[in-house]
Nanobody
């Protein structure tokens, strides 16, 4: 019913920048929270940043370096990543909490993930 498509991952040197995008489409009435999570090899998936209508939340490890934003008209969330470090290497996943058109219920959806690799 709802699809999340991520883009913008890739290979970058330490200190560089990348911008991730995640576009939601389908049977959407509205979107509550949107966020980015990441999973490095051998580790659990962890929160990177979330955004609601009025506030943002960041993991301590990315504060001051990453910025989450959203375009509500396009159902899209962005993650601007600056001053990247090798420890930021992971698969990055987008998540959205969606109020469906029909039935009018809340469900959360995940994107397929995009690889971010930071070389030292």
């Amino acid at each position: 019913q709802v699809q999340l498509v991520e883009s913008g991952g890739g290979l970058v040197q330490a200190g560089g920048s990348l911008r991730l995008s995640c576009a939601a489409s389908g049977s959407i009435f509205s979107i509550n929270d949107m966020g980015w999570y990441r999973q490095a090899p051998g580790k659990q998936r962890e929160l990177v940043a979330t955004i609601t209508s009025g506030s943002t939340n960041y993991a301590e490890s990315v504060k001051g370096r990453f910025t989450i934003s959203r375009d509500n008209a396009k159902n899209t969330v962005f993650l601007q990543m600056n001053s990247l470090k090798p420890e930021d290497t992971a698969v990055y996943y987008c998540e959205a909490v969606v109020l469906l058109q029909f039935p009018r219920i809340l469900r959360n959806y995940w994107g397929q993930g995009t690889q971010v690799t930071v070389s030292s």
